[in-house]
């Protein structure tokens, strides 16, 4: 398989890397479908807005979106997890001890202050396209994770830099 690694968002932004099955002729191909069935209505905010940038970057390779006998499937994944929990950089202790000759005490307990708590949720975007007939993986692009400012730039961004790795098609 052939790797290749671009940066897709600038300068601290999200990674991209791509692979693409040795036997395979990607330009040659014409048409796509979406994996997933009839390409409706998405069920969320985020699949929509990786559905139209997707299309909109197949589009501009060359590729048209046909339902009927499509050359390849496109399927994508967008993992959330969790980096951590934010934490408050500030605490309070109490603490209380007795000091001995030989023997030694204390009981102390810290309370967090101010908000954090929130989850640090990081984005991890997968592009597949994949054969109709042969239910097998024709390329593979993904990003390194990055997070999801309110805009949908981001994910503009992180979608383009997959398919910097996906040739347009051979006219």
């Known amino acids: 398989m052939l790797y290749s690694i671009v940066g897709c968002a600038g300068i601290g932004g999200p990674k991209a890397e791509w692979a693409t099955a040795p036997d ?13 069935g009839p390409s409706g209505t998405p069920q969320t905010v985020l699949d929509s807005q990786v559905r139209n940038a997707l299309r909109a970057e197949l589009l501009k390779k060359g590729y048209e979106e046909s339902p009927d006998a499509p050359d390849f499937l496109v399927s994508y994944e967008a993992v959330e997890h969790e980096m951590g929990q ?5 605490t309070i202790g109490i603490g209380v001890g007795t000091w001995g000759r030989h023997v030694g005490g204390r009981v102390g307990t810290s309370v967090g202050v101010g908000g954090g708590g929130d989850p640090n949720l990081r984005y991890r975007l997968a592009i597949r396209a994949i054969d109709p007939d042969r239910s097998r993986e024709l390329w593979v692009g993904a990003t390194t994770t990055f997070e999801l400012p309110p805009e949908a730039r981001v994910i503009d961004r992180a979608v383009a830099g997959v398919m910097r790795g996906f040739p347009g098609k051979r006219n």
């Open 24 to 36: 395979v002729d990607l330009p040659a191909f014409s048409t796509f479908d979406w994996a997933d």
């Open 86 to 90: 934010r934490s408050s950089p500030v």
